[in-house]
């Protein structure tokens, strides 16, 4: 039970690294849909967030306001929203994994 | 017949060498978003007529006017508040006030412009005149708490009235002291998003994100304290994801009734404004975001929240339904009509145009190149109450 827990941790810690190294692993986005979502979180998102990303009504998404913030837990939120903040779900318009981009992009300093 | 000879001589003069005199009531300006350009615009025309830059991060940007229409005063989103001379066309001068604004608004006399901030959260006055600062209301609704402002809208006697989205207030900030301003506070309501005064001042209307209904101030009585309406408008169903917060101006206000955006809903709410009671409902094909009556309130036009950001559907306020839907272009942010209302311009964010379109035959007349355009602000809100 714990060695079968420790592959799937190992195996977790292996395919974070990958997608680190290597963008164009499965799961990434497309160069084509990579440009789609930069210009869906700049004005979309940030028609609250700001378009610089530096806050409005909602918050900050720049990498130093969200490096104490779980991954997950930020994919989650922009994937499912937030029940009782404006914080919308935005699953009908991305995969989660997609999500998982945005998010890996946001914390290390988002694309123009 | 010594005015006519001066007249005369002016005349001469003025033809010779000086610059071409010229009116302001035809103007306007359009926010390049992405930019920070604003584009000048004459609605006689309907053509640009100078382009200026500097103006920082305009996204969400917004504008008022002196009340000779000449100055234009543009809030950034990064806090900057620039005056602009719209028939020099440049800019006379920029301060940075805050860290993170969301638009303002101008005192009835015309001499203080206040800005609402997010950051820190509170209102700014300054001398329209030089842009110094005269004074400030942090919005601190508790010990240490401070709120995000929205909705600040002039009233009459040199007043603002505003919300607050983490508070949950009303204030009202009478600036008849313009370096001690007295501050009124109201209850509102569960995050309030953005408010309106209606066009003749007498009421202060802020709508609620947290929960059905919008709160409402008469400000002829404030001692009758605030109080809310269209309570429950959802009637408990589930509300569908709001992908862009709506905005409120008086400008939705037409034929004695209020014309307000539901949130979560796709539906124009109407309001009696004698009564205050909901008087019909009038399905639209997105979450609404402007709804914005023609001068005359015969009709009212409605744009739509991502992802329905490309549809406009239009009320006939007589009928009572929507009468004409189309698709102008992608990405519309934000319309304005001309001062009589004959003709309407729509930014078309992601087509990079402007689009002007006459409102009786709904058939476009003209459109303008603009870089990412979103706010469109003519100088007519210059005599406009709660603009």
Redesign the interface.
């Known amino acids: 039970m714990l060695s079968s827990r420790l592959v799937f941790a190992l195996f977790w810690a292996s395919t974070a690294t990958l997608a680190n190294a290597e963008p164009s692993t499965a799961g990434t986005p497309d160069a084509v849909r990579q440009k789609e979502l930069v210009r869906l979180v700049r004005?979309?998102c940030?028609?609250?967030h700001?378009?610089?990303l530096?806050?409005?009504?909602g918050p900050a998404l720049l990498p130093a306001t969200l490096q104490e913030k779980p991954v997950e837990g930020l994919v989650a939120t922009i994937y499912y929203?937030r029940p009782g903040t404006?914080m919308?779900?935005w699953k009908q318009?991305m995969s989660e994994a997609e999500a998982g981009w945005i998010v890996q992009q946001l914390m290390s300093g988002f694309p123009q | 017949m010594r005015l006519f000879f001066v007249f005369l001589v002016a005349l001469l003069l003025g033809a010779c060498a000086g610059p071409q005199l010229r009116g302001t009531g035809d103007l306007g300006l359009v926010i390049e978003r992405a930019s920070g350009q604003v584009t000048l615009v004459n609605t006689t025309s309907r053509q640009p007529y100078a382009r200026i830059d500097g103006l920082g991060d305009l996204s969400h940007a917004s504008a008022v006017y002196s009340r000779d229409g000449r100055y234009a005063f543009v809030f950034g989103r990064d806090g900057g508040l620039t005056k602009i001379d719209m028939l020099e066309a440049r800019i006379v001068r920029r301060v940075m006030q805050s860290g993170n604004a969301i638009g303002g608004s101008i005192s009835q006399d015309g001499r203080i412009v206040v800005a609402q901030n997010y950051t820190p959260g509170g209102i700014k006055a300054f001398d329209a005149e030089t842009l110094e600062l005269l004074s400030e209301v942090p919005a601190e609704y508790a010990p240490g708490k401070f709120s995000k402002v929205v909705g600040l809208a002039d009233a009459p006697g040199n007043k603002f009235a505003y919300a607050l989205f983490e508070g949950g207030e009303i204030w009202v900030s009478d600036f008849s002291n313009p370096k001690q301003p007295k501050t009124q506070r109201f209850p509102a309501g569960l995050q309030p998003y953005d408010g309106l005064v209606t066009p003749d001042g007498r009421y202060f209307l802020a709508g609620l994100f947290g929960e059905d209904g919008v709160a409402m101030l008469d400000l002829w009585q404030p001692e009758k304290g605030s109080r809310k309406i269209l309570e429950n408008y959802g009637r408990g169903q589930e509300k569908l994801p709001v992908f862009k917060m709506p905005h409120l101006r008086g400008w939705s206000v037409a034929q004695g009734k209020a014309y307000l955006p539901a949130i979560g809903r796709h539906e124009v709410l109407v309001v009696d404004v004698a009564t205050w009671k909901e008087v019909g409902r009038i399905p639209v094909r997105g979450q609404p975001v402007f709804v914005i009556a023609r001068p005359d309130g015969r009709q009212v036009w409605v744009n739509f929240a991502f992802p329905d950001n490309g549809k406009m559907d239009v009320i006939d306020t007589l009928a009572g339904k929507v009468v004409h839907a189309f698709e102008p272009g992608k990405g519309i942010l934000h319309m304005e009509f001309t001062p009589r209302g004959e003709n309407v311009w729509l930014s078309a964010r992601d087509d990079n145009k402007v689009l002007i379109y006459d409102t009786a035959t709904f058939s476009r007349v003209g459109e303008i190149a603009a870089d990412n355009p979103s706010g469109i602000f003519f100088t007519t809100r210059a005599a406009r109450i709660g603009f």
Do not use: I
């Not at chain 1, 530096?54 to 009504?57: I, V």
């Open positions: 004005q979309d940030g028609s609250c700001g378009m610089t530096q806050g409005g009504l929203g404006p919308p779900p318009f």
